[in-house]
């Protein structure tokens, strides 16, 4: 079976905010699944505008990738199911660099009426960043976030202060991740 049918027949399934591998401000719904060599959540935001789509940070953590590799654009918005509304026709070329204390992110800006922002981003994180949820290699994000305000405060979900780590370092089933024979439970 391709990892893609795999990905097409496994349902998301409801889970706690204490499972949720990154601090999501504003999180209203937590979703989970496999995925081929991973685990994929999403995080589902809240949005107040009165713009259409769903504000979504989604997470793929993923094992048996080079952690150096660069993330692919077209292949990653392909995994999540396309680009968001309304990125639709964006490419990878139009994304613009950020950095932060966790290394490079790309994102888009979209602007409604004098206050109104939406953003989309992505990024790949690796074990040197940060631990990586599920035993994985690498930490694949993307943002579709609307909101009323500055881009910076849309864009909050996919930087360093909501990625560095989550509440609680949890491995899938929930169960804590000791980081060494003397360490205890996260809190």
Do not use: K
């Not at 999180?27 to 949005?47: C, D, M, T, V, W």
């Not at 953590?61 to 150096?68: G, K, L, S, T, Y």
């Not at 888009?108 to 004098?114: D, H, N, P, T, V």
């Not at 579709?144 to 979900?157: D, I």
Request: net charge negative; charged share 20%; with cysteine.
């Amino acid at each position: 079976m391709r990892p893609s049918q795999y990905e097409e027949r496994t349902a998301f399934v409801p889970v706690g905010p204490e499972r949720a591998w990154v601090v999501a401000p504003g999180a209203r719904a937590l979703y989970q699944r496999p995925i081929f060599e991973g685990y994929e959540q999403r995080i589902s935001l809240a949005n107040p505008t009165l713009l259409p789509g769903d504000n979504l940070l989604i997470l793929r953590a993923r094992d048996n990738i080079v952690p150096e590799a660069r993330l692919v654009f077209e292949e990653f918005t392909r995994w999540t199911g396309g680009l968001p509304v309304p990125f639709e026709g964006l490419t990878s070329g139009e994304l613009m660099r950020g950095e932060d204390e966790l290394g490079a992110y790309f994102y888009a800006e979209y602007r409604s009426g004098a206050d109104t922002v939406c953003v989309f981003g992505i990024r790949r994180l690796n074990g040197s960043q940060r631990q990586i949820p599920a035993n994985g290699d690498v930490m694949d994000v993307q943002l579709r976030n609307c909101l009323r305000g500055s881009p910076e405060e849309a864009l909050a979900p996919i930087l360093a202060g909501s990625l560095r780590g989550s509440p609680r370092a949890s491995q899938p089933d929930g169960t804590s991740r000791l980081l060494s024979p003397l360490a205890g439970p996260g809190h």
